[in-house]
């Protein structure tokens, strides 16, 4: 099954667009970019906690950096988006 892998992403992440520490999901193909409340949450929780679970993500100030390869398969975008939802909900924002 060929499916639009960029899209898929950005489809996924609708699930925590209104937690009250994202302030916008963004990308192009598999550059996704998710603005956080500030840089301290995305370096100091966000980042080590997702590291945590194996998937790597790069804080860029308040941005999270998603750019997995393109070989990338559904079930891991699901694993990272589960993952990252889980995060966000244990944390105290």
């Not at 499916?3 to 898929?8: D, E, F, S, T």
């Not at 925590?16 to 193909?29: C, D, F, L, P, Y």
Request: aromatic share 6%.
């Amino acid at each position: 099954e060929i499916i639009n892998k960029g899209k898929y992403v950005l489809e996924k992440l609708k699930i925590i667009e209104n937690h009250s520490a994202i302030r916008e999901i963004r990308g192009t193909g598999l550059l996704i970019g998710i603005d956080v409340v500030n840089s301290k949450f995305a370096k100091e929780v966000l980042t080590p906690k997702m590291r945590q679970h194996g998937i790597n993500i790069l804080p860029e100030g308040r941005v999270i950096m998603f750019n997995p390869a393109y070989i990338v398969t559904k079930d891991q975008i699901d694993n990272f988006v589960d993952k990252l939802n889980y995060i966000l909900q244990s944390s105290k924002l």
